[in-house]
């Protein structure tokens, strides 16, 4: 059964940086778009930003400019390095990878922005 591990979530002061990963395994079918979705408080889950196998990207317009994300598809592998953080990008952040049969979800990994 396919999985995704998010990693590099945690606490930091308003202004910070974090750069989240998030690593496929055991997924059999190739990976077309992969990305970073979040969830705060009491709202719905929403698109943070996304990648194209080929590398295009699309990002929620609350994080342009200061977020980034990138893949490494040798190692089904994705990151998103986050700059300038504020107090309301605090949420879960969930990964996700697309492929022809089935969308793929990871646990969650928790970030927190203090002012």
């Known amino acids: 059964q396919g999985q995704l591990v998010e990693s590099g979530g945690g606490l930091v002061q308003a202004g910070g940086s974090l750069r989240l990963s998030c690593a496929a395994s055991?997924?059999?079918?190739?990976?077309?778009?992969m990305g970073w979705y979040r969830q705060a408080p009491g709202k719905q889950r929403e698109l943070v930003a996304r990648i194209t196998r080929g590398g295009s990207t699309n990002y929620a317009d609350s994080v342009k400019g200061r977020f980034t994300i990138s893949r490494d598809n040798a190692e089904d592998t994705v990151y998103l390095q986050m700059n300038s953080l504020k107090p309301e990008d605090t949420a879960v952040y969930y990964c996700n990878a697309n492929t022809v049969l089935h969308d793929y979800w990871g646990r969650g990994t928790r970030v927190t922005v203090s002012s």
């Open positions: 055991r997924i059999n079918f190739v990976i077309n778009a």
